[in-house]
């Protein structure tokens, strides 16, 4: 298979999956009129203790009523699910995804798994539709924000690999393309490791005159600090942000300036950063740190860690072959997984290598911690997309990866919901009258073990509700359309 296989869908031009599909992941017609939840643990994520015996009512695509249960009366024509001894907390955002662009494979994928609301790292013509169609109701699905494509410096990283990308070799062609994509209706601008300085910069006035956020990986050429004095929103995976908090940060910087790769040699480029990855984890330096993850506090510049991604490319023994998650995933996509494993993350790559990252991925787990401890905004994202980190399954990894870090899990609860709700200007994020009527109904504690988002009853969506008989038809057609799926229809994976 093609790692470009999927440009007809990237343009916009080859999604023959039509609306007529989704009828078939649901079992009953839409239950919007009311939801009562009954007799729940709320968990509202705002750090309160949890509510005990409480009835959750959702009204159109509102929570209507909170309250303890025997005040709340619950309405003839709303349909009920019994809360006793079960938890309710907000709907789940995934911070960092790249869809495949099937709409009966990742929209269902995420709601199943309690995610409502997914921010799309790189985008293309297909997402915005899907996100008309959610709107009028055709295709049930998350609510999401949607990226530019990616705006990469030249030559590009991505050059030849089928993604969407903007390529910029200065500062006129980068205003341009901020211009471009605010025009194209992006909801920010994404940028790229390899843009220089000077377009960074011309990126971030650009996007700051006409009203637009920026974020991404921040660019081998621009301290972490600067890009965020310069107003980058948020820092995409644990990698070059521990540039700046390593004692030989002049060394490494040095080395960046230096660094030279082929278009689209993205392989060629984690070969070259990673001896510096290596150099700046060993040399962490406290004191730096507290400095640097101040500066970006003060900034209110978050990091998406995207741990979970980080364990596949870092430690690739620990995928598994027959994961049960894998009857989900189209033969295609599957097939540009392996592609990109092996001819970008792991060509070339020595038994040294691979113990230094075994060695990378500790550290990078300990960065977490550091981020978190330093009261620097963490959001909890999976770079779905990428080889082996599934759309909706992935994120409880993450949570349960937060969690290893040393955030407690109410706060990488809030990693996935208030938190991004406030940093996507998408409402509360919290369980509260008036809130969206995005939940999710737990069958146990996941204040008492994060693994425990997993143990899902049922989801509520813009008040409709997915009950546990209708959640599992949704995985099975899912894993129907899995086996179906015509070939040109995935957006090629491994965008970062
Ligand atoms: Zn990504």
């Known amino acids: 298979m093609d790692f470009n296989v999927s440009r007809r869908a990237v343009l916009g031009t080859g999604v023959g999956l039509g609306a007529g599909l989704v009828t078939g992941t649901g079992t009953a017609a839409a239950t919007r009129g009311a939801v009562a939840i009954v007799g729940c643990t709320v968990i509202d994520a705002t ?120 390529e910029v070799a200065d500062a006129a062609q980068a205003r341009a393309a901020v211009r471009q994509v605010a025009a194209d209706g992006a909801d920010f601008v994404k940028v790229y490791s390899r843009l220089s300085a000077e377009s960074f910069t011309a990126i971030a006035q650009e996007a700051h005159r006409l009203g637009l956020e920026f974020a ?100 690739p023994g620990t995928v598994d072959a027959d994961d049960p998650r894998l009857r989900y995933i189209p033969a295609e996509v599957r097939a540009g997984w392996d592609f990109a494993m092996q001819e970008i993350y792991l060509d070339g790559r020595t038994p040294q290598e691979a113990a230094e990252h075994e060695e990378l991925f500790g550290h990078r787990v300990r960065f977490v911690g550091a981020l978190h401890r330093a009261g620097v905004p963490v959001l909890a994202g999976t ?23 040393g955030l407690p899990p109410m706060r990488a609860l809030q990693a996935a919901t208030r938190d991004p709700a406030r940093f996507l200007g998408l409402g509360s994020g919290t369980v509260r009258q008036g809130a969206a009527a995005d939940l999710v109904v737990l069958d146990a504690d996941p204040l008492a073990d994060i693994r425990n988002t997993r143990r899902i009853h049922a989801v509520v969506v813009r008040g409709e509700l997915i009950t546990p008989e209708r959640r599992d038809a949704m995985l099975e057609a899912v894993a129907a359309a899995a086996r179906t799926v015509p070939p040109g229809v995935a957006v090629a994976g491994c965008r970062c």
Do not use: K
């Open 216 to 315: 991404g990986h921040c660019p081998d050429a621009v301290p972490v600090t600067a890009a965020s004095d310069l107003g980058q929103r948020s820092f995409e995976h644990v990698f070059t942000t521990w540039y700046a908090t390593s004692g030989h940060e002049d060394e490494i910087r040095r080395a960046l300036s230096r660094l030279v790769v082929e278009a689209g040699d993205y392989n060629g480029w984690l070969h070259r950063v990673h001896p510096l990855e290596v150099t700046a984890a060993r040399t962490f330096d406290p004191r730096r740190a507290a400095r640097v993850f101040r500066r970006l506090r003060g900034n209110d510049s978050h990091q998406t860690p995207t741990l979970v991604m980080h364990r596949v490319l870092d430690l």
């Open 47 to 166: 750090g309160a203790p949890p509510r005990h015996d409480m009835t959750v009512l959702a009204r159109g695509d509102r929570i209507a009523a909170l309250g303890p249960a025997r005040s709340v009366r619950i309405p003839g024509d709303a349909a009920v699910v019994d809360g006793r001894r079960r938890f309710v907390i907000p709907g789940l955002t995934d911070a960092h995804v790249h869809s495949s662009g099937i709409d009966t494979v990742d929209p269902p994928l995420y709601l199943v798994n309690g995610v409502t609301t997914v921010r799309e790292m790189s985008g293309y013509p297909t997402l915005h539709e899907w996100r008309r169609r959610v709107a009028e109701g055709t295709l049930l699905g998350p609510r999401s924000v949607i990226a530019s494509p990616l705006i990469d410096g030249s030559p590009s990283l991505w050059t030849g690999l089928g993604a969407p990308y903007v």
């Open 383 to 405: 770079d779905t997309g990428t080889s082996y980190v599934y759309p909706g399954f992935s994120l409880h990894d993450e949570l349960e990866l937060l969690v290893r870090a």
